[in-house]
């Protein structure tokens, strides 16, 4: 079946500084990833809709400053958290859409805690 | 706006018992429906789907009917082990492309 990566798996990082993570699509091309947060839990909010070579698009309430995604190719797509403060502490998941079903594949996820 | 309800947890249950766990949709148009599971400490795992009205999906002993009479998806298994304790997610799509939207998830417990 579809694999989909993210790395890295947890992070820990000190208030202040950035977090890039990566979502890779391993088997197929991605037109359409997207951005979840999950608190716990919780449900499964989505951020974000990257598409390729496009801008993304954010959800109401998701701050597009402080969350940038940046999908760089039809397998990449990253999340950087700028200027991480300890409520940004979650559980980020993302997923990839696979044609031709369109179905959505989603990465294991990234624990971040901002100390 | 599309919407999915599913029964609060956690839910708990013993070796071997009949499960059910309730999920009604709101939606416009003819979404899919999802039900997605979280096993503890791993990822999103896509457990069955439908796609259209009537249509049932099924996997691992779980199943869940596309009810469009009554907005509903519930997830059923006959007989559940230890090893389904997880996190249960109801979800629905639009289409193409289109976001999932979640439910809250019910946290299942089952007891040896």
């Known amino acids: 079946g579809a694999v989909v990566s993210q790395h890295p798996s947890r992070v820990i990082c000190k208030s202040g500084t950035s977090v890039k993570i990566e979502c890779r699509s391993l088997?197929?091309?991605?037109?359409?990833m997207f951005w979840y947060r999950q608190f716990p839990k919780k449900s499964l909010m989505l951020m974000a809709t990257?598409?390729?070579?496009?801008?993304?698009?954010?959800e109401q309430g998701v701050e597009k400053d402080k969350f940038l995604i940046n999908h760089a190719s039809l397998t990449l797509s990253t999340l950087t958290v700028t200027s991480a403060h300890p409520e940004d502490s979650s559980f980020y998941i993302c997923?990839?859409?696979?044609?031709?079903?369109?179905?959505?594949?989603f990465g294991p996820g990234t624990r971040l805690t901002v100390t | 706006g599309n919407s999915v309800t599913q029964m609060e947890g956690p839910v708990t249950l013993s070796e071997e018992a009949f499960l059910t766990i309730n999920c009604t949709y709101t939606a416009t148009g003819y979404p899919s429906l999802f039900w997605y599971v979280q096993y503890p400490g791993e990822g999103l795992q896509l457990l069955l789907k439908?796609?259209?009205?009537?249509d049932k999906g099924s996997n691992k002993g779980f199943e869940a009917t596309y009810r469009k009479e009554t907005t509903s998806f519930h997830l059923e298994k006959g007989s559940v082990q230890v090893s389904d304790s997880a996190v249960y997610f109801c979800a629905l799509s639009g289409g193409r492309d289109d976001k999932i939207i979640f439910g809250k998830g019910t946290r299942l417990h089952i007891l040896p």
């Open positions: 990257s598409n390729e070579g496009s801008k993304a698009t954010y």
């Open positions: 439908a796609t259209k009205a009537d």
């Open positions: 088997d197929f091309q991605a037109t359409t």
């Open positions: 997923s990839a859409v696979r044609p031709p079903a369109y179905e959505q594949y």
